[in-house]
């Protein structure tokens, strides 16, 4: 098991020197801003996206759970489409801040 952490430096340092990705598989991260189209006087609000790359090429083993939300965003109709049609996937990009759904 891991050691107790004095602080989240020393958790980061830990997983810096511990963690390792499976074969195959490339990750990475960036910040950035947008202004939302629906609520513009909201100015510049963070975004966060994130990527999980397989390096070896696409693979045709993969799956999803999607929201079953009655009005979906592009990103959720985009990958049921792609899921039945039985396409290959090689990345997924992932955001924190745009929901993919309405209420």
Not at 33 to 49: D, H, N, Q, R, Y
Not at 51 to 77: D, M, Q, R, Y
Request: net charge neutral.
């Amino acid at each position: 098991p891991p050691p107790p952490f004095a602080s989240q430096d020393d958790y980061l340092a830990y997983l810096t020197e511990h963690g390792t990705l499976p074969r195959g598989f490339a990750i990475g991260d960036a910040m950035g801003t947008f202004i939302a189209e629906e609520a513009p006087s909201m100015g510049k609000l963070p975004i966060k996206v994130s990527v999980v790359h397989l390096t070896h090429g696409p693979t045709e083993s993969w799956a999803a759970c999607f929201t079953k939300n009655k009005f979906p965003g592009a990103p959720i109709i985009v990958g049921r489409e792609r899921l039945a049609s039985g396409a290959g996937i090689q990345a997924l990009v992932i955001n924190n801040k745009i929901s993919n759904v309405c209420a």
